[in-house]
């Protein structure tokens, strides 16, 4: 199987690669476990039981990490992916030719890459948010608290240099400790998500006692393990924030609709009045008063009764 791209020199970092095998020119692009994964797919490839629908889905080579450039010392190179994509090509019904096709997908990788943190981030923060959702707010302030003061303890200690394996074993004790208080108070209260990190940070400080022989560079593990739980103890402190100020807000505008101070009180009145004659009668047939009111009219009508009669002015109320 030959192999002549358009592009050898962006790709490969080579000016020509004709006559070379595929083998070739994976060889220093590749590590050897990869290399030998694919020197055993091109065998495949000119098997005549090998369906075409399987090629794609076996392929070893869909996303391939190469190392171009550097010196192999202080200069790592620069790491980019490439795609390979196999064509097996038929003459008679037998296999004569396999065509290879390259593309270059760094960006599309970095890309997926960037998608999958910014998914774990909203992941976390939503974590987050389910887990101080049934914790007491001044418990889980006075936590967050205490956290603070410890994560600042544990800094210090990281930082503080060591030198024979008794500093280190100081070092370790002290870490333990005030790991194992984080996850203590934050199983006491409830908080899942904290519980887990802290668990997490413990069991490879245990795994550290168990060791005889420590240096400094043992520690370096941790601080990855420690800034995932100071930036979690981050995110769920501003989560209470803004839940704290979502309610302030909320509860401000519901006093403010309740009863508007510029609206004056006899239209309270007649909106109330308004709606008692608005709402149905709770008792059926209603009760009905009529009150009576006899009063001396202004100017009588004549009549040829000597005795002036009364006019009667009738109010009803429900």
């Not at 795994?207 to 930036?231: I, M, N, Q, W, Y």
Request: glycine letters at 4%; hydrophobic letters at 40%.
């Amino acid at each position: 199987m030959r192999f002549t791209p358009t592009r050898p020199a962006q790709l490969f970092q080579r000016e020509s690669i004709a006559g070379i095998t595929f083998e070739d020119l994976l060889r220093n692009l590749v590590s050897a476990k990869t290399l030998a994964i694919a020197t055993k797919f091109v065998k495949v490839l000119w098997s005549e039981r090998t369906k075409e629908n399987l090629i794609r889905s076996i392929n070893p080579l869909n996303e391939v990490e190469v190392i171009t450039g550097g010196d192999g010392k202080q200069d790592k190179g620069e790491t980019r992916y490439l795609e390979f994509n196999f064509h097996r090509v038929r003459r008679d019904g037998a296999i004569t030719h396999v065509l290879v096709s390259v593309a270059d997908v760094t960006a599309r990788v970095a890309l997926a890459a960037q998608l999958k943190g910014a998914q774990d981030n909203a992941q976390t923060q939503m974590d987050a948010f389910l887990s101080i959702l049934h914790v007491d707010p001044n418990q889980l302030s006075s936590f967050l608290d205490d956290s603070d003061v410890a994560f600042k303890m544990i800094n210090a200690t990281l930082r503080d240099p060591a030198r024979d394996s008794a500093s280190f074993r100081r070092k370790i004790d002290g870490l333990f400790r005030q790991i194992h208080s984080i996850k203590g108070e934050a199983s006491a209260i409830g908080l899942g998500s904290m519980e887990q990190r802290a668990h997490a940070l413990e069991s490879d400080l245990a795994a550290l006692r168990e060791r005889t022989d420590l240096t400094g560079d043992d520690f370096l593990p941790l601080l990855t393990k420690f800034d995932d739980l100071v930036s979690h103890s981050q995110s769920v402190r501003e989560m209470v924030t803004k839940l704290a100020s979502f309610r302030d807000s909320f509860g401000a505008g519901r006093s403010t609709r309740r009863l508007p101070a510029a609206v004056p009180r006899s239209v309270h009145r007649r909106h109330h009045h308004a709606c008692a004659d608005a709402r149905p009668p709770t008792r059926w047939p209603p009760k009905r008063r009529c009150s009576v009111r006899l009063a001396k009219a202004s100017s009588p009508p004549r009549s040829s009764s000597p005795i002036a009669s009364p006019t009667i002015t009738a109010r009803r109320s429900w």
